[in-house]
């Protein structure tokens, strides 16, 4: 009895080794970050109505994954004591696979598509880049502008040049100014958390408005986010109502965030909303 006591033991840990490596993998290893930025992209065409090309858009989620695996793993060489050694191999082969298959899906791209793509990665490299001074995240106001700017050219105007559509239009520019507002809302609970291990040149927003502040912030931001969408779009109103439960999580997010949240309460449920979002509305679209 002891001795299959042991062994259930023994097969027991193991799993939860290998669950927790696999979750490693998704969560902190990108594949969760990129897939809130794809489906924020996707949400972006059915607001007006456009078809999903999962080709095309499919760019998005390359392109988020190899970015952010890059600027969090790239600094420390892919390698840490604080992952099994199969972690950081996987993050190397797949960040290598996912730009090489990106650079596939990028060489056919129209004029406007690389115009967009190009500002970001040059938004995005001023973000991480610290001798840019004072324009990189070591300002903490310009961390959370660039972060929201960077996301809504990327989820709210990349997939219409991706489509080789007019996308310089009142509507687009309606839903970028929302994706704007949307993503500075996301990040309000990351300020909170980060409000204790921040230590830049200027603080986080937080730091320097507090955390009641701060999330009033949110909230305002949220206001503006869903009244410029609803502006730009013309949906039913059972797409409106899940819109609007979903900005309502948000905002209960918001409102639970605090500097002593463990990690997952951003970094998996806030970033997962639009995860749940694009569910509900694919759902909502097979009714």
Known sequence: MSHLLKSVEKYYFCLMKWIKLL????????????????????????????????????????????YYNLIKFAPVGFKGTNQPTIFWNWLKLSTLFSLLILLYLVKDLSQDSWIILALS????????????????????????????????????????????????????????????????????????????????????????????????????SLILSITLWMLATELGVYFQCAYFIFYCITAAFIAGARIDRPQSYTSLWVEATPIFLLGSVWVLGLL
């Open 23 to 66: 979750w490693d993998i998704y969560v902190k290893g990108s594949i969760h970050v990129a897939l809130s930025v794809f489906s924020m992209a996707a949400l972006s065409l059915i607001s007006l109505n456009k078809n999903i090309p999962e080709l095309p858009l499919s760019i998005v989620f390359f392109a988020s994954y190899v």
């Open 121 to 220: 990665l040059f938004f995005g490299v001023l973000y991480v880049q610290k001798e840019l001074l004072p324009i990189s995240r070591e300002n903490g106001w310009i961390k959370a502008f660039l972060v929201s700017l960077v996301w809504a050219l990327i989820t709210a105007v990349l997939p219409f040049t991706l489509l080789q559509e007019a996308w310089f239009g009142l509507e687009v520019i309606l839903l970028f100014l929302s994706h704007f507002f949307l993503v500075l809302a996301l990040l309000v609970p990351f300020e909170i958390r980060d409000m204790s291990v921040d230590q830049l040149m200027l603080p986080n927003l937080a730091q320097q408005l507090g955390v009641q502040k701060i999330k009033w912030v949110g909230y305002l």
